[in-house]
């Protein structure tokens, strides 16, 4: 250990000249103490996004360190970034070199409560440790921790014959503590990373593989429904097909070469309930050149969200012979803007001239083209499935008071006895949290005023559901849902889980009757009704959201 302190010392007493008294003089000062008030919302977004402490002027003096002394000071100013709150942080005589089992446990105080920090000589790592709040107010409390890992040494004084000995004083460089959250919920906050666009573009194929790009010309998507209704035999003989054409005319940037990708995806046979969209392998007769470079691209596209992705592998050998071609893989993922048709319904008739079926077909292309973007070489970092732009993290943290029930109706089959029976709901209900509006249809209900599982009825529950009950007592004119969902924007490999029950009191029910059915809805003026929030709690996963269309950063 003494040999380390020596070789971390010594190794800075090489640098002689930038040694000097004038260099430690130099140092840089403390920006103005941020009196830059944020807003508690502003301080809450900071806080979920980019906790961070900054480090200024911090230094470090080692006493008898040259013949093994471990005794010290540390010091440095450090602020908030979420709510610019700064603090001195100074730890005189402290061990430097703190050994053992309980070495972790020893934390320095700061000028302010509730900031701690230690420091280890050995890895030179810093660690902060802290907890603040955005409104004195308000009951969420931040909890986070960072560690500033290997400062940089920018010089060092010796000092002879000081009070407590030789005195070696080091002066580090400013810099910040990216810190990681407890508190309200564990996460490591992380901020986009983008793919990264040159300024100019490379001459050589191979130079611009490494950041792939592409251009997308123009993109036509057709989606097909077409149901043939066959009243001789049982409806289950009835056929329903639902499928999309797409067409994407894309220029491949790394070697200017033009596809035309054609896609027929069934989407019945891609029953994907968990949100995600498939990846479809193009298909393209000109993909394979004439030197037998064999390419592959896949794309996948979101028509909910607008989101276009592609992926290909493809290689370059940019004409010089003798050279091995280089193999290089990328996926990229763009936001989209689309215009498309109204779904027409259409009857279909049979030679006989009666309705036979119906189709409801329509066409969505590029609002603007072409549309440039780059990827990533290989994969793509981790990335959210919700927007990263209107955070479903923060909106559900600190803005989920009330949700809005947008749809209520109540059905059931009148026997010849009046009793009712197959009685289905419907409700519509949207969650400020993360923007999303949860449709279920005809789900089977029970009224009786117990918590019961949501069970799809002919289609399938929202994906965005992870979790859904439900409490319907309409002899008391009461609902209540419980809900759960993921956010998963500010950290995509820890995607947190919400948990949110409301219920409420309703207007009577109007009920009408027709068709062997009765059907009871709410009154006209209560179209809309603000559910409130009996409790809401989350956790993080640990794990990936595992649902929906990958998001890319936007
Ligand atoms: C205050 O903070 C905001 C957001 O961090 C920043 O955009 C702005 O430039 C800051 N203003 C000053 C005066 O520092
Ligand atoms: C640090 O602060 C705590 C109170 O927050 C206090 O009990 C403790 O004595 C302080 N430690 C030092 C070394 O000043
Ligand atoms: C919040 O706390 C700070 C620091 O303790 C204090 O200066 C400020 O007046 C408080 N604000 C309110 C609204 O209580
Ligand atoms: C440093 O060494 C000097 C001279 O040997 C001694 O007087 C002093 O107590 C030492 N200081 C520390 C902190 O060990
Ligand atoms: C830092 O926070 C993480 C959770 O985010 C926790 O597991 C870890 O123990 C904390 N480290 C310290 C030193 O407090
Ligand atoms: C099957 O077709 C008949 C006749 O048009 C229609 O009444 C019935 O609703 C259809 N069944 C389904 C499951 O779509
Ligand atoms: C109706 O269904 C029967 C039995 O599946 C089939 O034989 C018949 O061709 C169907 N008719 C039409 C018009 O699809
Ligand atoms: C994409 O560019 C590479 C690099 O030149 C080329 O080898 C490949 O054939 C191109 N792929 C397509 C599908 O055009
Ligand atoms: C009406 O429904 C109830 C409950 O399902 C049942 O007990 C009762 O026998 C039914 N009445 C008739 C006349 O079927
Ligand atoms: C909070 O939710 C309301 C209602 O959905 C919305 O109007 C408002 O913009 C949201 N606030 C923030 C900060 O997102
Ligand atoms: C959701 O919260 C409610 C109310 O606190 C609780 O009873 C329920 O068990 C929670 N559900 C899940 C899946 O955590
Ligand atoms: C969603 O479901 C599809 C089909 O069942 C499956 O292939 C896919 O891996 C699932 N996605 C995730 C993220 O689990």
């Keep these: 250990m003494v040999y380390f302190i020596q070789f971390v010392l010594c190794g800075v007493a090489l640098f002689a000249a930038a040694c000097s008294a004038a260099s430690i003089q130099n140092r840089q000062d403390l920006p103005d103490p941020d009196p830059n008030t944020s807003t508690p919302q502003q301080c809450i977004e900071t806080s979920l996004t980019n906790p961070t402490w900054g480090i200024y002027n911090?230094?470090?003096?080692?006493?008898?360190?040259s013949s093994g002394g471990?005794?010290?000071?540390?010091?440095?100013?450090?602020?908030?970034?979420?709510t610019g709150v700064s603090a001195s942080c100074t730890a005189k005589d402290i061990d430097l070199y703190p050994k053992g089992a309980a070495a972790l446990d020893v934390w320095h105080n700061c000028s302010i409560p509730d900031l701690f920090f230690q420091f280890d000589l050995e890895t030179l790592d810093m660690r902060l440790r802290g907890s603040w709040r955005c409104?004195?107010?308000?009951?969420?409390?931040?909890?986070?921790n960072g560690t500033w890992e290997a400062p940089l040494i920018q010089g060092c004084l010796d000092?002879?014959?000081?009070?407590?000995?030789?005195?070696?004083?080091?002066?580090?460089?400013?810099?910040?503590?990216?810190?990681?959250?407890?508190?309200?919920?564990?996460?490591?906050?992380?901020?986009?990373?983008?793919?990264?666009?040159?300024?100019?573009?490379?001459?050589?194929?191979?130079?611009?593989?490494?950041?792939?790009?592409?251009?997308?010309?123009?993109?036509?998507?057709?989606?097909?429904?077409a149901q043939k209704d066959n009243k001789?035999?049982?409806?289950?003989?009835?056929?329903?097909?639902?499928?999309?054409?797409?067409?994407?005319?894309?220029?491949?940037?790394?070697?200017?070469?033009?596809?035309?990708?054609?896609?027929?995806?069934?989407?019945?046979?891609?029953?994907?309930?968990?949100?995600?969209?498939?990846?479809?392998?193009?298909?393209?007769g000109s993909i394979t050149n004439s030197s037998n470079t064999s390419t592959s691209v896949d794309v996948t596209l979101d028509t909910d969200y607008r989101i276009l992705g592609i992926r290909q592998a493809w290689e370059c050998s940019d004409g010089v012979a003798g050279v091995e071609r280089g193999q290089f893989t990328g996926i990229a993922y763009t936001n989209?803007?689309?215009?498309?048709?109204?779904?027409?319904?259409?009857?279909?008739?049979?030679?006989?001239?009666s309705v036979v079926g119906a189709t409801s077909d329509y066409n969505c292309s590029l609002s603007t083209a072409p549309v440039t973007f780059t990827g990533y070489v290989d994969a793509a970092p981790p990335m959210p499935h919700t927007y990263y732009t209107r955070s479903c993290t923060i909106n559900s943290i600190s803005n989920t008071t009330?949700?809005?029930?947008?749809?209520?109706?109540?059905?059931?089959?009148l026997q010849s006895d009046n009793n009712k029976t197959s009685v289905v709901g419907a409700f519509t209900l949207h969650n400020p949290g993360p923007g999303d509006t949860y449709k279920l249809r005809r789900m089977p209900v029970i009224d009786d005023g117990g918590w019961h599982e949501c069970t799809a009825g002919p289609e399938?529950?929202?994906?965005?559901?992870?979790?859904?009950?439900?409490?319907?007592?309409?002899?008391?004119?009461?609902?209540?849902?419980?809900?759960?969902?993921?956010?998963?924007?500010?950290?995509?490999?820890?995607?947190?889980?919400?948990?949110?029950?409301?219920?409420?009191?309703?207007?009577?029910?109007?009920?009408?009757?027709?068709?062997?059915?009765?059907?009871?809805?709410?009154?006209v003026d209560a179209a809309e009704l603000a559910m409130s929030i009996s409790s809401l709690s989350w956790t993080t996963s640990g794990q990936p959201m595992n649902r929906g269309p990958t998001m890319p950063w936007i």
């Design 58 to 65: 911090p230094s470090l003096v080692a006493v008898n360190s």
């Design 70 to 82: 471990t005794q010290g000071d540390i010091r440095f100013l450090t602020i908030n970034s979420a």
């Design 135 to 144: 409104d004195n107010l308000s009951s969420l409390v931040f909890m986070a």
């Design 159 to 225: 000092e002879s014959n000081t009070p407590r000995g030789q005195e070696t004083l080091c002066i580090m460089g400013n810099s910040q503590v990216s810190a990681g959250l407890s508190s309200p919920v564990a996460i490591h906050p992380q901020l986009p990373l983008r793919p990264y666009t040159p300024r100019e573009r490379a001459q050589r194929c191979v130079d611009r593989s490494y950041d792939p790009e592409w251009q997308v010309n123009s993109l036509r998507y057709q989606h097909h429904f």
């Design 232 to 284: 001789t035999f049982a409806q289950k003989d009835n056929k329903t097909s639902m499928s999309y054409d797409l067409s994407l005319d894309v220029t491949n940037i790394s070697d200017g070469r033009n596809m035309e990708c054609t896609v027929t995806v069934d989407l019945l046979q891609n029953t994907y309930t968990n949100g995600t969209t498939p990846w479809v392998r193009c298909s393209d």
């Design 336 to 353: 989209i803007s689309l215009e498309c048709g109204t779904p027409l319904n259409l009857a279909v008739y049979d030679s006989q001239g």
């Design 402 to 413: 009330t949700m809005a029930l947008r749809a209520y109706q109540i059905e059931s089959a």
């Design 460 to 523: 399938a529950l929202p994906w965005q559901l992870v979790g859904c009950k439900y409490m319907l007592d309409r002899h008391n004119h009461r609902l209540g849902l419980q809900v759960q969902w993921f956010c998963d924007d500010r950290d995509p490999s820890n995607a947190i889980l919400f948990n949110a029950t409301v219920e409420e009191q309703l207007p009577a029910e109007v009920c009408g009757t027709a068709g062997g059915r009765e059907s009871c809805g709410l009154p």
